[in-house]
C-alpha cells in the first residue's frame, strides 16, 4: 500500500515537471497545446476535462462545474491566469467555451434526468394521463382505447391493466422516453411494437407442418422466446440509457454528436436508436437461425 502511495506522488510529480518542460520548450500551457493539436469532438473535450480536473488551480478544477451562464467570464479568468493574449490566441477562447458548454451541459443533462427518474407516476396528475393516453393513440391509431384502465395495454407491452405500476423503477423518465420514440418517429415505433407481438424466425413450409408437427411446436415455442413485450423493454432499456449516462459511459457519445450542451433530446435519441438496435439485433438472430435450419436440412 505504501508503495502504491509513494509511486502515485512520484507519477504526479514528474507530470508536472513533464508539463513544465513541455510549456517552456513550446511556449504553450496544457490548454493550448490540447485545444491545437486535437482534433475537435469527444477526443479533445475530454482531454480538457481531464486537465481541468487535475489541475492544481482551483479555479481550473470548479471551470468543469459552473453555470453555463459563467462560461465565459470563466474563460476569460482562465485566460488571464495562464497569461494568455486572447487577441493573439482567439481560437483558444471559442475552443475553451465549446468543450466547457459540453462539460457542464452533460453534468446538468444527468440532473435532468434523475429529476425525470425521481418523480414518481401520478394518476391524478393531469400532465402525466395525458403523456400515458398519448403513448396510446402513437402506437395504436386505429384502435381506440376501452378504458383508462384496460387489458389493452396489454397489448403495447405492459404488464397489466394499469401501466403506471410499470414506470416503478424509472418514473415518468420510461414514459418521457417510450412517448418521444412513439411521437418522433411514429411508423418506426409502430413497427418495432408489431416485431415484438409477431416475431418470425422462419418460413415453414405446409410439406414440413404435416410432416413434422413438432418441429412446428418448437418453431411456435422459439418464436415466444424471441418476441418481447414493448414497454416493458423500453423502460429496461432507460434503465440501461441512465446507468450509461451516470457512469460517464455515454461522454465520447455526446460530446461527438453535440456540438455544444447535450440536452435531454440527445439522451431519447439514444434511447431510441438502441430500441431500434434491439430490433435490428433480434432480427439477425432469426436470420442466424433460419441459416442455420437451412444448412441442418
Not at 518542460?21 to 497545446?33: A, P, S
Not at 401501466?163 to 418521444?180: A, H
Not at 418464436?223 to 414497454?231: E, T
Request: glycine share 4%.
Amino acid at each position: 500500500m505504501l508503495i502504491q502511495v509513494c509511486l502515485f506522488f512520484y507519477c504526479k510529480f514528474l507530470w508536472r515537471c513533464l508539463k513544465f518542460v513541455m510549456r517552456k520548450l513550446t511556449g504553450r500551457c496544457e490548454l493550448q497545446r490540447i485545444c491545437y493539436n486535437t482534433k475537435p469532438g469527444a477526443s479533445r473535450t475530454m482531454k480538457i476535462e481531464t486537465s481541468l480536473r487535475d489541475s492544481k488551480s482551483k479555479l481550473l478544477q470548479t471551470s468543469v462545474s459552473v453555470h453555463p451562464d459563467a462560461i465565459e467570464k470563466t474563460i476569460d479568468d482562465i485566460m488571464e491566469l495562464k497569461k494568455i493574449n486572447p487577441d493573439i490566441n482567439p481560437q483558444l477562447g471559442i475552443s475553451l467555451q465549446a468543450c466547457l458548454l459540453q462539460i457542464v451541459g452533460y453534468r446538468n443533462l444527468i440532473a435532468d434526468v434523475e429529476k425525470l427518474r425521481r418523480e414518481s407516476y401520478d394518476s391524478d396528475n393531469p400532465q402525466h394521463e395525458e403523456m400515458l393516453l398519448k403513448l396510446w393513440k402513437f402506437l395504436k391509431p386505429n384502435t381506440p382505447l376501452e378504458s383508462r384502465i384496460s387489458k389493452q395495454w396489454c397489448e403495447i407491452g405492459f404488464q397489466g391493466d394499469d401501466p403506471k405500476t410499470d414506470f416503478r423503477g424509472m418514473g415518468l423518465l420510461g414514459l418521457y422516453n417510450l412517448q418521444y420514440f412513439a411521437e418522433r418517429d411514429a411508423a418506426a415505433a409502430q413497427q418495432v411494437l408489431s416485431d415484438s407481438l409477431h416475431p418470425k424466425c422462419r418460413d415453414i413450409t405446409k410439406e414440413e407442418i404435416s410432416k413434422f408437427s413438432k418441429a412446428e411446436w418448437e418453431k411456435k415455442r422459439m418464436d415466444k422466446a424471441i418476441g418481447y413485450s414493448f414497454a416493458i423493454v423500453g423502460i429496461n432499456i432507460t434503465d440501461l440509457a441512465y446507468n450509461l449516462l451516470v457512469s460517464g459511459a455515454l461522454k465520447t457519445h455526446f460530446y461527438n454528436i453535440a456540438p455544444e450542451a447535450p440536452t435531454l433530446s440527445h439522451f431519447q435519441q439514444t434511447f431510441c436508436q438502441t430500441l431500434t438496435g434491439l430490433e435490428e439485433h433480434r432480427k439477425i438472430i432469426c436470420q442466424i437461425i433460419k441459416l442455420s435450419d437451412a444448412r441442418v436440412s
